[in-house]
């Protein structure tokens, strides 16, 4: 069975940090792009970030450039997802997506596989 798993989130104070993790199992995804996703509550889920194939290329959305930082290690079949200076806004279920392409989708209808997401909180 193909399986993404999330951990890593919680519950921290504004301006704190948090890294999320995303576990691959069932077969290896080191041919795949990997993309975070939010969704805030009563929100539709938006891209995060994103991840090509090889690890050399990085995409971010506007509100988190320069903040979160996404990183991907192929042997442990892994994609994290490095979080600074977390603001309120940042609140919401975290997601991990994979697909078998070389660049990361900022849609996610065209990802191929999901993780069951981890809550994260900011607290103002």
């Known amino acids: 069975q193909v399986r993404l798993v999330e951990s890593g989130g919680g519950l921290v104070q504004t301006g704190d940090s948090l890294r999320l993790s995303c576990a691959g199992s069932g077969r290896t995804f080191s041919g795949d792009a990997f993309g975070w996703f939010r969704q805030a509550p009563g929100k539709q889920r938006v891209f995060v970030a994103g991840?090509?194939?090889?690890?050399?290329?990085?995409f971010y959305s506007d509100s988190v450039k320069d903040r979160f930082f996404i990183s991907r290690d192929s042997a442990k079949n892994a994609a994290y997802l490095q979080m600074n200076t977390l603001q309120p806004d940042d609140t919401g279920v975290y997601f991990c997506a994979a697909v078998r392409s070389d660049e990361p989708p900022t849609i996610e209808g065209l990802y191929d596989y999901w993780g069951q997401g981890t809550q994260v909180t900011i607290s103002s």
């Open positions: 991840i090509n194939s090889n690890g050399h290329h990085t």
